[in-house]
């Protein structure tokens, strides 16, 4: 297992830039694949993104892709989301999360067992 925990959100302009950090704890996190989510408030959770287990592949949302960047430092049990560029409709709550398989690199939410609580982006005009 792998519990998980998001910060580094805040408050910030159009235009600017955050890195979120997903900290990790369980033996086997370097196993695992992980996956960074956002709801923004009426809408359902969607995928920005995920990095497999050894950080060599990334896979992003068309909506983010180009402005945001995943990272991850097994020894450290960290994973970033660097947000570059930053957009009001990136509002939003983020989470980061491991899939159900350990190294399954998924888009989908319902493949992801293990949540962080989230942490807010707000991003004003």
């Known amino acids: 297992q792998v519990q998980l925990v998001e910060s580094g959100g805040g408050l910030v302009q159009a235009g600017g830039s955050l890195n979120l950090s997903c900290a990790a704890s369980g033996r086997t996190f370097d196993l695992y694949a992980i996956g960074w989510f956002r709801q923004a408030p009426g809408k359902e959770r969607e995928f920005v993104g995920a990095?497999?287990?050894?950080?060599?592949?990334?896979y992003l949302a068309d909506s983010v892709k180009g402005r945001f960047f995943i990272s991850r430092d097994n020894a450290q049990k960290m994973v970033y989301l660097q947000m570059n560029s930053l957009k009001p409709e990136d509002t939003a709550v983020y989470y980061c999360?491991?899939?159900?398989?350990?190294?399954?690199?998924?888009?989908?939410?319902?493949?992801?067992?293990?949540w962080g609580q989230g942490t807010q982006v707000t991003v004003s005009s």
């Open positions: 990095i497999s287990s050894n950080g060599g592949s990334q």
């Open positions: 999360a491991a899939p159900r398989l350990a190294n399954y690199v998924s888009r989908a939410i319902h493949d992801y067992d293990y």
